[in-house]
């Protein structure tokens, strides 16, 4: 039984950091593919950075240059390091697993798409002022 469980959200403000952490248990982590995806109000969720099972980042356009992941195998938690906050990234934000076969570099060209992740945390919410 997979279950991603986020955390480090919270209420910033403008210009601040944050970081979010996603710990992954019930899966062989380092085989698999994941990412993380935010949901503001009456929005769709879109995603914002994911890590392939090569360890290859890959990242929103819009947020490049903000937005950093990482992904350590040893812990089994993903990692989303957020900077200079801006108002507009206040959303839902949700980790995402996938869990292979198909999660090396190669295939990995989709991973903004939702329906390719098998396994969704709860999210953790972060809020920025």
């Not at 910033?12 to 019930?26: D, E, N, P, T, Y």
């Not at 929005?43 to 914002?48: I, K, L, S, W, Y």
Request: aromatic share 10%; proline share 2%.
């Amino acid at each position: 039984h997979v279950q991603l469980v986020e955390s480090g959200g919270g209420s910033v403000q403008a210009g601040g950091s944050l970081r979010l952490s996603c710990a992954a248990s019930g899966y062989t982590y380092s085989s698999s593919c994941m990412g993380w995806f935010r949901q503001a109000p009456g929005q769709e969720r879109e995603g914002v950075a994911a890590v392939d099972a090569d360890g290859n980042a890959n990242y929103a356009d819009s947020l490049k240059g903000r937005f950093t992941v990482s992904k350590d195998n040893a812990e089994n938690t993903l990692y989303l390091q957020i900077t200079s906050m801006k108002p507009e990234d206040t959303a839902m934000y949700y980790c995402a697993m996938d869990d292979g076969p198909n999660c090396r570099s190669g295939d990995f060209l989709d991973w903004t798409t939702l329906g390719r992740y098998t396994y969704w945390g709860q999210g953790t919410q972060v809020t920025v002022s």
